[in-house]
């Protein structure tokens, strides 16, 4: 596809379920992030994905949370027994890393747990 | 502790005047420094990017302007248009992950 792919792009779950969010990162982007907004806050970061390197999880607010990317596509982000506070827009961004550190964004996932 | 901040959470300003968005930073070690701007429901969009060795880069009506000894860069838009209104979030880079602010709603008042 031309841009950034989530989905779902909305998901509903009761407190204490599992989810898994699916991002499709640009063809060819070594890099790919994972970010957060809460309802009226700024874009949190969680985690970052370089090419074949070590993640950067440093972001990540609990053991719940964990993400996988296959090589350079497709990255899953996981969050066991969901809380409340989980809920917000999760927004996948990947960049070609060419010398600029531009990042291009997904429409995001809305969580809402209820 | 924020490394990227945005002191204003929202500016309003008159449609044809300028708009100017502000934002600090703590980290010397930051080398690239971008703006985004968000609609809702949309993910944020690429606006514009400076690179620390510059001071000043410009794209049509949209100037970051970058003091490095204040660790401060700017956002000027002018004139400002009715579809300039949304979130702006400032962001820098380290060359690894980017970081960004809590974002600044602007309305265009008309």
């Known amino acids: 596809g031309a841009g950034v792919s989530q989905s779902p792009s909305n998901k509903v779950t009761e407190k204490g379920k599992d989810v898994e969010l699916r991002c499709d990162p640009i063809s060819g982007h070594t890099a790919l992030y994972w970010y957060r907004q809460r309802l009226g806050q700024g874009l949190e970061f969680l985690i970052y994905?370089?090419?074949?390197?070590?993640?950067?999880k440093s972001g990540l607010p609990s053991d719940r949370f964990s993400a996988e990317r296959t090589g350079e596509s497709v990255s899953t982000l996981t969050i066991q027994r969901t809380q409340q506070e989980d809920s917000a827009v999760y927004l996948c961004?990947?960049?070609?890393?060419?010398?600029?550190?531009?990042?291009?964004f997904g429409q995001g996932t809305r969580l809402t747990v209820v | 502790d924020q490394q990227v901040k945005q002191n204003s959470p929202s500016l309003s300003v008159q449609e044809g005047r300028i708009s100017i968005l502000n934002c600090d930073y703590t980290n010397s070690m930051f080398d690239y420094f971008l703006w985004y701007k968000k609609y809702p429901a949309e993910g944020p969009t690429f606006l514009i990017s400076i690179s620390s060795i510059k001071d000043k880069n410009e794209d049509g009506r949209f100037t970051v302007f970058l003091n490095k000894s204040a660790k401060h860069l700017s956002l000027h838009i002018v004139p400002s248009q009715p579809g300039d209104s949304a979130v702006y979030f400032c962001?820098?880079?380290?060359?690894?992950?980017?970081?960004f602010g809590k974002g600044t709603r602007l309305h265009i008042l008309p």
């Open positions: 962001a820098a880079s380290d060359r690894d992950k980017i970081i």
């Open positions: 961004a990947s960049s070609p890393m060419t010398g600029s550190a531009e990042a291009f």
């Open positions: 994905f370089q090419g074949n390197s070590a993640p950067d």
